[in-house]
């Protein structure tokens, strides 16, 4: 079984110095991951016909068996399948399946001794899931390994792990050890993927910590690669677009807004026309979408799911009304990759509250989220963009 230098790194790391927490953060399609999996399944092999208990934790059960569980299969050669207690068995030992992503899911861990861990996506779990497990892995020699994609250097992944890396228990064995994963660091990946995943990865805070791996507070504009210069356009000219669709965000003392979007046969998107007005009801927004029906058909309408009753009257209106997906990070980062890679463009004369936003639209530095100040137009163009690329985004397994 081959491993990259840094695997190796790491795998010499395990043999040699023996961490008891053992951290790899860092770029996306870094394999982390997957050297994570080994150490862990070489680890339950120790303790081969004890029946003792692990413990394996991800965001979610579907991530978990995404990115953990899938691939265990495929090194010991036979089909996983979980028990009533979400468990299974290896070696002659039990392995727990967690959900950790909820501030209650620390819960799930209590009531028991677990000799190791293996905790997937760490700045996705919530942090009192990831302390319970880590006091639960009480029996002698119990080793937890964590692998994550860095987030903002306040997480407390980084600051209560990451940042001690080194630290030492009193019996001189070393207690944490952390490694850092860049891109280039997986040798095994065709250059030209490489090549363009650096290009469509959004300036700024995706660079930095997707394909660099680091651990950096998102600053500034959000939406960086935006060029008023190429983005923006005059005309629909000589443009066969394939279908329309539309977001929609709710207001009345901020903007309500509705946008609607086109594809086109080459794969590229374009903001046709923005509404967006305060202090307006229902019944008007309802009178706008008619409005646009007439013009583009029966389309699509991707709405913030935060008013379930304003979709309700839509849908009696023979409005073909969808609850948007809202993932605010990974929306974002849908958008931003459009811009970078000039595949989404704007009607610049059919646009006005949207040529504010783009460059008043701003990272909040404290909590590395956006500031929720000129994001009408924005909220809109995200959930239209993001929900309707999903499927795509799973049948390619693009990011």
């Given at each position: 079984?081959?491993?990259?230098?840094?695997?190796?790194?790491?795998?010499?790391?395990?043999?040699?110095?023996?961490?008891?927490?053992?951290?790899?953060?860092?770029?996306?399609?870094?394999?982390?991951?997957?050297?994570?999996?080994?150490?862990?399944?070489?680890?339950?092999?120790?303790?081969?016909?004890?029946?003792?208990?692990?413990?394996?934790?991800?965001?979610?059960?579907?991530?978990?068996?995404?990115?953990?569980?899938?691939?265990?299969?495929?090194?010991?050669?036979?089909?996983?399948?979980?028990?009533?207690?979400?468990?299974?068995?290896?070696?002659?030992?039990?392995?727990?399946?967690?959900?950790?992503?909820?501030?209650?899911?620390?819960?799930?861990?209590?009531?028991?001794?677990?000799?190791?861990?293996?905790?997937?996506?760490?700045?996705?779990?919530?942090?009192?899931?990831?302390?319970?497990?880590?006091?639960?892995?009480?029996?002698?020699?119990?080793k937890i390994i964590i692998d994550t994609n860095p987030e903002n250097p306040a997480h407390p992944v980084k600051e209560d792990y990451i940042d001690k890396d080194g630290q030492r228990l009193e019996s001189g064995r070393l207690n944490i050890r952390a490694f850092h994963f860049t891109l280039y660091d997986n040798v095994f990946l065709d250059p030209e993927y490489v090549e363009s995943i650096v290009a469509s990865t959004p300036s700024g805070m995706f660079t930095d910590r997707?394909?660099?791996?680091?651990?950096?507070?998102?600053?500034?504009?959000?939406?960086?690669?935006?060029?008023?210069?190429?983005?923006?356009?005059?005309?629909?000219?000589?443009?066969?677009?394939?279908?329309?669709?539309?977001?929609?965000?709710?207001?009345?003392?901020?903007?309500?807004?509705?946008?609607?979007?086109?594809?086109?046969?080459?794969?590229?998107?374009?903001?046709?026309?923005?509404?967006?007005?305060?202090?307006?009801?229902?019944?008007?927004?309802?009178?706008?979408?008619?409005?646009?029906?007439?013009?583009?058909?029966?389309?699509?309408?991707?709405?913030?799911?935060?008013?379930?009753?304003?979709?309700?009257?839509?849908?009696?209106?023979?409005?073909?009304?969808?609850?948007?997906?809202?993932?605010?990070?990974?929306?974002?980062?849908?958008?931003?990759?459009?811009?970078?890679?000039?595949?989404?463009?704007?009607?610049?004369?059919?646009?006005?509250?949207?040529?504010?936003?783009?460059?008043?639209?701003?990272?909040?530095?404290?909590?590395?989220?956006?500031?929720?100040?000129?994001?009408?137009?924005?909220?809109?163009?995200?959930?239209?963009?993001?929900?309707?690329?999903?499927?795509?985004?799973?049948?390619?397994?693009?990011?």
């Amino acid at each position: 079984m081959e491993l990259t230098p840094k695997q190796i790194e790491v795998v010499e790391s395990v043999r040699t110095e023996n961490p008891k927490i053992l951290i790899l953060s860092g770029a996306k399609r870094a394999g982390k991951t997957y050297v994570a999996i080994l150490l862990y399944l070489g680890h339950i092999a120790t303790y081969e016909g004890q029946g003792l208990s692990f413990v394996i934790g991800g965001a979610t059960y579907s991530s978990i068996w995404r990115n953990i569980l899938n691939d265990i299969e495929n090194i010991i050669g036979r089909e996983i399948k979980l028990d009533k207690t979400n468990a299974f068995e290896i070696f002659g030992n039990k392995i727990y399946v967690f959900d950790g992503s909820k501030s209650d899911s620390w819960k799930k861990a209590r009531g028991f001794t677990a000799a190791g861990a293996l905790l997937n996506e760490g700045t996705a779990l919530h942090d009192n899931f990831v302390k319970e497990v880590i006091s639960r892995c009480s029996y002698k020699g119990a080793k937890i390994i964590i692998d994550t994609n860095p987030e903002n250097p306040a997480h407390p992944v980084k600051e209560d792990y990451i940042d001690k890396d080194g630290q030492r228990l009193e019996s001189g064995r070393l207690n944490i050890r952390a490694f850092h994963f860049t891109l280039y660091d997986n040798v095994f990946l065709d250059p030209e993927y490489v090549e363009s995943i650096v290009a469509s990865t959004p300036s700024g805070m995706f660079t930095d910590r997707d394909i660099k791996g680091q651990w950096v507070a998102a600053e500034g504009v959000i939406y960086k690669d935006f060029d008023k210069n190429k983005h923006y356009i005059a005309s629909m000219e000589g443009i066969n677009f394939i279908r329309y669709f539309a977001g929609v965000d709710w207001g009345y003392e901020h903007h309500g807004s509705i946008v609607v979007i086109g594809e086109d046969d080459k794969g590229c998107y374009y903001l046709l026309e923005e509404h967006a007005h305060q202090h307006q009801e229902i019944d008007f927004w309802v009178d706008v979408v008619k409005e646009i029906q007439s013009r583009y058909g029966n389309i699509f309408f991707y709405c913030d799911s935060a008013r379930p009753e304003h979709i309700q009257r839509f849908r009696r209106e023979r409005i073909r009304a969808v609850n948007a997906d809202k993932a605010v990070i990974a929306g974002i980062e849908e958008v931003a990759r459009l811009f970078k890679t000039d595949k989404l463009k704007v009607v610049k004369n059919n646009v006005k509250r949207f040529d504010k936003e783009i460059f008043l639209y701003v990272w909040n530095e404290v909590t590395g989220e956006p500031v929720k100040q000129w994001d009408d137009v924005l909220d809109s163009l995200r959930y239209a963009i993001y929900t309707q690329l999903k499927p795509q985004r799973r049948r390619t397994g693009s990011r």
